[in-house]
């Protein structure tokens, strides 16, 4: 008990004092700030004034020997909040504008500031493990992104944000209550890997045709009845209908000659078509176990 009572009171000295000066000074030298697993409940107000310039510093002669000389700063590149006690990211984080790298996953954030549309070097978010039910609108100006994980949220849908998120490359929304995928999604022609498993998905849009990049698509444990869209996607090498509402498979329109792994456990298939069959010529895995094939 004692112990907790140390921790406790470490998190909230913390909190009100700031972070260290020595960690601050490594962060302006090498561009990276980790206070991940602090039990923080919010940012120390010294962590967005990094780079603030007193007076005693921008003074500072060009041979003094301080350690942490102003004109040596590096911007930060790389935030890590991750395991902490959050329950929002505010609007100063928009003073961050070269971050690249942001993780905020395993905490408790419900919201997040628009400001954040201002992280336009930014490459990877992680807000995965948190209680988000929506994303801000601003999130879409985040065009630099390639990587964005979502999972274990509440999530009830993604908005347009999607449609403006030319450069992503893997996206993982899995474990939400996401019913439905936006429509814009031919836009994102640099996307390799989705995972949307665990969802309440019935129905999924014509524009996922337009994937012509992806690779890996996980649409497992959800209420799917119909076999996606693929026709176009030519480099998709495995695909997850695992626990779904499959109860017949329609062959593609033309061949998919890049999947090799079909999992298709768990559904309601009773017929698996000899013609749907061909549509796959580099095919060396399909998983049918759990459900109900006569022929």
Known sequence: ????????????TEERLGVSEALLKQARK???????????????????????????T?????DTKEADKWWEQVDLVKLLLASNRLSEIP??????GALQTLDVHDNQLRSISGEIGKLSELRRLNLSHNALEDLVDETGSLVALTSLFLQYNRLRGLGSILGRLGRLEELDASHNSLSCLPDAMDAMVHLRQ?????????????SMACLVAIRDLDLSHNQLDVFPPISGMNNIQRLNLQHNRLVKLYPPQTDCSSLKEVYLGSNRLSTVDSNWLRKFPALVFLDL??????K
Do not use: D
Request: hydrophobic residues 35%; proline residues 4%.
């Open 91 to 96: 609007a100063e984080i928009g003073r961050f």
């Open 194 to 206: 989705l995972n949307v498993s665990h969802n309440t998905l019935t129905t999924l849009p014509r």
């Open 30 to 56: 090498s561009g990276q700030l980790n206070l991940s697993n602090r039990q923080l409940e919010r940012v120390p107000e010294n962590v967005w004034r990094l780079h603030e310039v007193g007076p005693r």
């Open 289 to 294: 176990s759990e459900n109900k094939i006569s």
């Open 58 to 62: 921008a003074e500072a002669s060009m």
């Open 1 to 12: 008990r004692s112990k907790m009572r140390k921790a406790f009171g470490a998190r909230r």
